[in-house]
């Protein structure tokens, strides 16, 4: 029965994406296809609340047969464009590169290592067994969102989340799963697969491989392959949204605005403080549509990805009727020793450098300071150069990063610590620490396709092959 649900899961985000364009690549198709899907059956069991239905696995196999049946009327043309794809797949295996093979090797051995764990270890987490992993068990059996738990104040701190994560611990629960960390592996599949894709359309498949091996191989992130808990995920939404518009606004690739779009939605519906996010890509199509005058593409990409996160607000507020205290602090004002606490945090995660308890060295390996010295490197060539030539629309992703970061630090900034029951500097090694899983996909993707990465492995491709 799982096992039915989760290619269920896998038919309705394939028909999905296959219903945006049916160009995408295996790679992309795989990636989009869980994030759509498990992102879809949340929907589904959002309205099937709403209209007053009880959960069941008979009222979500209906739903998505029809979905999936709308969606595929043309499916012979689905067929043969998936023929198409294997087809190629083939042709582009008969010219082996062992470096790409070996790489693929050793992340195919740590996804087995980490699929296993999760397949073997329960949820343990305390946020996950005092409130995701308890809210969803309760909800797939009582078959709604607004669940008892509510009347007791039992629900934990995610009993106002956005529904995607423990929602679809619920979806897995309903189809008679024992544990649901079998999604967390799916999550991370579909992080690395479409992490590779992206770099791919800018390098080579080595570069792709290799630097899809330094993402997975990232500390903090590949242990949290295995938590249940709901950062990863989120990463898994975040990526996509912000290179798929990228990808858009860099190639006018049609595809990947909607993509975009979507994916950015389901951030929203995933977590709550990823608002930051939205209005930085919304920023990042808001700057393209400044220079073409295209605001209605603006304007649908904002509804597309903010209809999820006002959509979940207006159900707090109107249906779970949990009387909540502020989460920021609006008034605090300039405050020195907290603001040098938290820069102090950030520095370590940032530069790799100890202090009090964490070591953002490892936490995060190198990959932020390789970021760093990738720009530095690239802005001393662009002195040479131009900075056109150099960059090119890159100023699009460091725009992005910079207002995101900015607005994710300013988050914390003003979050109520009573309401919390946490100090700021708790806050910054734990929930900031891991919100730091956000950004690695991003400023990984710039390091692989920067201006000298792409020189570098392209000289290497060329010793490779011997041209």
Request: charged share 10%.
């Amino acid at each position: 029965m799982l096992i039915a649900g989760i290619v269920l899961c896998y038919l309705l985000g394939c028909s999905v994406v296959m219903a945006v364009s049916r160009k995408f690549s295996l790679a992309e198709i795989t990636g989009y296809s869980f994030l759509t899907g498990i992102g879809m059956q949340t929907v589904f069991l959002f309205l099937l609340d709403i209209f007053q239905l009880h959960f069941t696995p008979f009222l979500l196999i209906s739903l998505n047969l029809v979905v999936i049946i709308a969606l595929n009327r043309k499916f012979p043309e689905t067929i043969a464009a998936f023929k198409e794809k294997l087809n190629q797949a083939r042709a582009g295996a008969s010219a082996v590169n062992y470096v790409a093979v070996f790489l693929f090797c050793i992340i195919a051995y740590l996804f087995y290592t980490i699929t296993i764990k999760n397949l073997f270890w329960p949820p343990s987490e305390g946020d996950s067994i005092t409130s995701f992993d308890k809210l969803a068990r309760v909800m797939a059996l009582e078959g709604k969102f607004k669940i008892s738990l509510f009347q007791y104040n039992l629900q934990g701190a995610a009993g106002v989340y956005p529904p995607l994560f423990h929602g679809s611990f619920t979806y897995v629960y309903l189809f008679g799963a024992e544990t649901p960390k079998i999604v967390i592996t799916f999550y991370f599949l579909s992080l690395l697969t479409l992490f590779y894709s992206f770099v791919k359309a800018y390098t080579n498949t080595t570069a792709a491989m290799l630097f899809t091996l330094v993402l997975m191989a990232t500390p903090e992130l590949y242990a949290h392959a295995a938590l249940a808990l709901g950062n990863m995920p989120t990463a898994a939404y975040i990526c996509p949204a912000v290179l798929a518009t990228y990808l858009w606004l860099d190639k006018g690739d049609e595809k990947y605005f909607w993509m975009g779009a979507i994916m950015l939605g389901f951030t929203g519906w995933i977590r709550s403080d990823a608002i930051a996010f939205i209005i930085a890509v919304i920023f990042m199509i808001a700057l393209k549509a400044l220079q073409t005058k295209d605001f209605k593409r603006l304007l649908i990409f904002g509804a597309i990805a903010l209809i999820p996160f006002v959509s979940w607000l207006l159900y707090v507020k109107l249906k779970i009727q949990v009387p909540q205290a502020s989460r920021f602090d609006l008034s605090i004002g300039y405050n020195a020793a907290r603001l040098n606490t938290m820069l102090n945090y950030t520095k370590a995660y940032l530069f790799a450098l100890p202090y009090r308890e964490v070591h953002g060295g490892q936490l995060y390996g190198v990959v932020f300071v390789g970021f760093f010295l990738a720009l530095i490197v690239n802005a001393a060539i662009a002195f040479k150069k131009g900075i056109k030539i150099v960059f090119g629309n890159q100023w699009i992703l460091l725009a992005f990063l910079m207002v995101a970061f900015s607005l994710y630090f300013s988050e914390f900034y003003v979050i109520n610590e009573d309401v919390q029951s946490s100090g700021i500097a708790s806050l910054m090694a734990s929930s900031f620490k891991r919100g730091m899983f956000y950004f690695l996909p991003i400023v990984l993707f710039f390091t692989a396709t920067c201006f000298s990465s792409k020189i570098f492995f392209d000289k290497l491709e060329k010793f490779r092959t011997g041209s």
